[in-house]
């Protein structure tokens, strides 16, 4: 069976504008990083945000934004973080690295993200921080999860790497927390050119040490210089925060994928409002098939990102599903987020002991459908009378 709706690796296809914005920054920028395009990215990213200009500083991947805010966090030996066990890997290896034990919290089976009443569950007197994964586009319930962190003293870090755009009442996820990830990758509604990220900072005083931490530790020197060569062209330190020393970091996005992600921030809301029209009909053409369960949110606070259904038949039909899809209809579904406690790499670093089963049985039974924007019409309706088509021949 030929492939006829695959799982794309990319989201979006850029417009003509778009290439012209690149082709004029590979002709034009200098220097062709830590320049005026990346300034200009981060200062409408967070006009974009809703938030303070300087919180904002874009990073090569999501990854490097998630470790830089793991840094950040300045973990003490013993100390924990909250994690739903449901999410990319990503989200959560940086933290174990710079030496936080990770807790997984489960997710709530309707929406799939944590929940107060799940972080509130795992968390014990060691435990400084929670990173609440904004999963398929979906905005947790950031004002709840809000309070219970200041109630416990947490800091909260968002992972937006999948919603960018998606709002609650109003406002930006990646807004609430004390920081926030962003990821530009290839599959995201907003990429610059496949790699890209961007890490929000609330703290003042800790947003002043990113870029020395993003950049090699360079900075400048804070007194006056007949010549401008001497002692060097430029300093290399690392401010203090809070009496700990940061080791730095070389995180940096390039200028022309900077150009792209400033023009891209004037498509992205058009980006996500089409998915989330394309996912409602999706999801209303299939109300008389029980089999398939979505998450319908008719409101911005879903981007879909992606578009993921359970099915309630449980993991062996969706199995058939999945088989019947791709070798008689040629749609390549795929099946995502294991819980990290089952990756070989988590049991090697001990942190297998999830009770999670939320999150278990909805990966055990879900289904994530070829969702990118650039998907025709067409692509789109036969991937739904395939989808009809299968359900009644496994009824
Ligand atoms: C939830 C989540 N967190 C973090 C990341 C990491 O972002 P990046 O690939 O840009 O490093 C991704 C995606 O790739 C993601 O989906």
């Known amino acids: 069976m030929d492939i006829k709706v695959n799982f794309s690796g990319r989201a979006v296809k850029y417009t003509e504008e778009e290439i012209a914005v690149v082709v004029e920054a590979m002709r034009n920028a200098d220097p062709l990083t830590q320049g005026r395009y990346l300034q200009a990215f981060q200062d409408k990213f967070a006009d974009y945000q809703g938030v303070a200009r300087g919180a904002c500083f874009a990073t090569m991947n999501g990854v490097s934004a998630l470790e830089m805010s793991a840094q950040l966090c300045r973990f003490k030996p013993g100390d924990e973080v909250v994690l739903p066990s449901h999410t990319f890997t990503a989200s959560a290896y940086p933290y ?15 929406t799939r993200v944590i929940t107060a009443e799940s972080i509130e569950k795992v968390l014990t007197p060691r435990t400084r921080a929670v990173v609440v994964v904004h999963l398929y586009g979906y905005v947790a319930d950031m004002p709840a999860i809000m309070e219970l962190a200041r109630k416990r003293e947490l800091l909260v870090i968002e992972d937006a790497a999948q919603s960018i755009g998606a709002e609650v009442d109003g406002k930006k996820s990646g807004s609430f927390g004390d920081m926030a990830i962003f990821s530009f990758h290839s599959h995201k509604n907003l990429t610059t050119l496949g790699e890209g990220g961007m890490l929000y900072v609330r703290d003042p005083e800790a947003a002043a040490v990113v870029p020395a931490l993003r950049h090699n530790g360079h900075c400048a020197y804070d007194f006056e210089r007949p010549d401008y060569w001497k002692p060097a062209m430029g300093n290399v330190d690392m401010p203090m925060l809070g ?142 009378n395939a989808t009809k088509d299968v359900l009644r021949s496994l009824r």
């Open 96 to 110: 174990a690295k710079k030496g936080a034990r990770i807790l997984w919290a489960d997710v709530d089976p309707r």
């Open 243 to 384: 009496g700990d020393m940061l080791w730095p970091n070389n995180y940096c996005l390039g200028e022309v994928e900077c150009a792209l992600g400033a023009k891209m921030l004037d498509r992205i809301d058009a980006i996500n409002a089409e998915k989330r029209a394309r996912a409602l009909l999706f999801i209303d053409a299939l109300g008389d098939f029980p089999e398939l369960e979505f998450h319908r949110v008719p409101t911005p606070r879903h981007n879909y990102h992606l578009l993921a259904a359970r099915m309630t038949a449980g993991p062996d039909k969706r199995d058939a599903f999945m088989r019947a899809m791709f070798h008689e209809k040629g749609v390549r579904c795929v099946v995502q987020y294991i819980p990290l406690d089952r990756y070989d790499f988590y049991k090697r670093i001990g942190r297998d002991d999830a009770h999670c089963p939320n999150a278990d049985a909805f990966f055990d039974s879900m289904i994530s459908f070829p969702f990118q924007h650039w998907l025709s019409d067409e692509e789109l309706h036969y991937m739904l």
